[in-house]
């Protein structure tokens, strides 16, 4: 299967650490990467990898894997944090296919 | 720094085609190490890959787009580009561009984007 499913919407007080979740079956073979979009702007790679940063990204965000469920934690979340998030995988059905979350809307409160 | 930059009409007839152009600066489009790759977003919705080049000319598409979509690749200009035929208004999207890193291991992750482009499909 190459579908990947996220919660639409997750909320979090300021400072306090936010898990938000991607579930696919190709997650059992390869690790997502996650994506932060603000309004009108780009998305940003924020995690890649095992849990691997880019360059700029703060290290309050981290990802983890478990079975068929990737999972975006940011501990002591910021107002800045506020936005879409996206997660991305290759179909591990060997066809090369990429596909996207539905996409997470947080909110710092 | 590497950047990206996609360029091409705003505004699309119905039934006709759509062109777009991702000029890359700052490296080579020709790097072994990357693909090349085209990502779509219609208004107020989420992300959606519409395909991949590798500097050799390989690609891989959608399969939901595959029959509409071409993306071929210009190492002269560090260019590559898109074009998606028979257009209609669920074509209507913001257009980006990005470098797509394939891993074997670890799967395959989008960086940088361009700034994404509008593209809107209207008589």
């Known amino acids: 299967s190459s579908e990947l499913t996220q919660d639409p919407a997750v909320s979090v007080a300021l400072g306090q650490t936010v898990r938000i979740t991607c579930q696919g079956d190709?997650?059992?073979?390869?690790?997502a990467s996650w994506y932060q979009q603000k309004p009108g702007q780009a998305p940003v790679l924020v995690i890649y990898g095992k849990n691997n940063r880019p360059s700029g990204i703060p290290d309050r965000f981290s990802g983890s894997s478990s079975g068929n469920t990737a999972s975006l934690t940011i501990t002591g979340a910021q107002a800045e944090d506020e936005a879409d998030y996206y997660c991305?995988?290759?179909?591990?059905?060997?066809?090369?296919?990429?596909?996207f979350g539905g996409g997470t809307k947080l909110t710092v409160l | 720094q590497l950047q990206l930059q996609e360029s091409g009409p705003g505004l699309v007839k119905p039934s006709e085609t759509l062109s777009l152009t991702c000029t890359v600066s700052?490296?080579?489009?020709?790097?072994?190490?990357?693909?090349w790759g085209w990502i779509r977003q219609p208004p107020g919705k989420g992300l959606e890959w519409i395909g991949s080049i590798y500097y050799s000319g390989s690609t891989y598409y959608n399969p939901s787009l595959k029959s509409r979509v071409t993306i071929s690749v210009d190492t002269s200009k560090n260019q590559f580009s898109l074009k998606l035929s028979s257009v209609t208004a669920a074509d209507t999207a913001v257009y980006y561009c990005?470098?797509?890193?394939?891993?074997?291991?670890?799967?395959?992750?989008?960086?940088?984007w361009g700034q994404g482009t509008l593209v809107t499909v209207s008589s």
């Open positions: 190709s997650l059992r073979s390869y690790y």
């Open positions: 991305n995988s290759r179909d591990s059905s060997g066809n090369h296919r990429v596909v």
């Open positions: 700052g490296g080579s489009i020709s790097s072994s190490s990357y693909y």
């Open positions: 990005a470098r797509h890193n394939v891993n074997s291991n670890y799967g395959n992750w989008f960086d940088p």
